[in-house]
């Protein structure tokens, strides 16, 4: 068996009396695209939260590509190839789209500017290179925060709502993109409500409720897992 670029062991974070994210576990192989539903409240944000060193957990154990990174602080997790990005977009509104690309890099900024106007070219932003990001549409901010993350060069991307209030053309845009990502080894976790991305995106798709994995499959299967349904429908 090959190492998982992700393994989450029995992970466990509260909050007071909640318990946001309950034993979960979980892995991830590389080169594919995993979904991660749940309805509201579920603990989906606090999950990605733990494992990007956000929120401190309360126990479990997280390893990207095999090695111990619980218990690091954020940055350190996102050079050992982490990338994330918000449920609310964080992008600095009075620099230009160009710019939001170029604030996270360290170094050559010859390469660096290279590589920011290939990624805006990669989800046809090129064009507006120069326009504040602020002036850009939501679902093009969306855009340019997902490629900000690409800078780096992640080997796991975790998207957090992604496609939520993105424009049907502005999400073909990031669905191919995240399929091509795919298709270069990177791997992907997703959050997303919108079932008809997570059907037609996600290979496999792990389920929470209550902060606890209560299923994990194919997207077809847990479609119809009785779990699920009662978790979505049944209250
Ligand atoms: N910083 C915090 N302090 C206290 N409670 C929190 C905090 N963050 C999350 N919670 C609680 O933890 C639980 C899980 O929240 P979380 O935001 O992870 O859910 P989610 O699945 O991302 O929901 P949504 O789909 O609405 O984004 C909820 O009960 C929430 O109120
Ligand atoms: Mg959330």
Known sequence: M??????????????????AVDDVSLRLEAGRIYGLIGPNGSGKTTLFNCITGVERRDGGRVRVSGERVDGLRPWEIAQKGVGRTFQVIRVFPELSALEN??????????GARTRALELLRF???????????GNLSYGQQKLLEFVRVLMR????????????GVNRTLLND???????????????????????VVMGLCETVFVLDHGEKIAEGAPGIIQTDERVIEAYFGR
Request: avoid cysteine.
């Open 153 to 164: 060069d992640p080997t796991l991307i975790l998207l957090d709502e992604p496609a939520a």
């Open 2 to 19: 090959t190492t998982p670029v992700l393994e989450i062991e029995r992970l466990r974070k509260r909050f007071g009396g909640v318990i």
């Open 101 to 110: 690309l170029l604030v996270v890099t360290r170094g050559h900024l010859g």
């Open 123 to 133: 989800v046809k932003l090129e064009g507006l290179r120069d326009e504040y990001a």
């Open 174 to 196: 990031l669905l191919d993109a995240v399929r091509q990502l795919r298709d270069r080894g990177k791997t992907i976790l997703l959050v997303e409500h919108d079932m008809k």
